[in-house]
């Protein structure tokens, strides 16, 4: 999403990103912002986590900068264990298949 993308949006619109970071030229939206093509931006991700503190969004009057976190939703962190427990139980059997959590 970069500045050609946003400037494709209706004037108006808000831009929600709660998928990768990269994918959102953080400078291009901090300038649609600025100048009120954009109304706002909800992001849960960025470029580089944690941001640096002089990250153009972080302060930004139209911009929601909230953690990362649906991993820490309960249902996540059970599949995780679960994953986990079965990658554990795998290795003691001498499967060597790639298991991940």
């Known amino acids: 999403v970069d ?11 808000f831009l929600i990103n709660v998928s ?3 994918l959102v030229d953080s400078r291009a939206l ?7 093509h ?6 849960d991700v960025l470029e580089t986590e ?3 503190v002089d990250h153009p969004l972080l302060r930004h009057p139209r911009a929601i900068v909230t953690p990362h976190v649906a991993w820490a939703a ?7 264990l679960d994953e986990l427990a079965l ?3 795998a290795f003691l059997v001498g499967d060597r298949r790639n298991r991940i959590c």
Do not use: I, K
């Open 38 to 43: 954009l109304s706002g931006a909800g992001l």
């Open 30 to 36: 901090a300038a649609s912002l600025d100048a009120g």
């Open 74 to 80: 309960r249902e996540s962190r059970q599949r995780c």
């Open 50 to 52: 944690p941001p640096p």
């Open 20 to 22: 990768r970071g990269g």
């Open 87 to 89: 990658n554990v139980q």
């Open 3 to 13: 500045a050609a993308f946003l400037s494709a949006m209706q004037p108006g619109s």
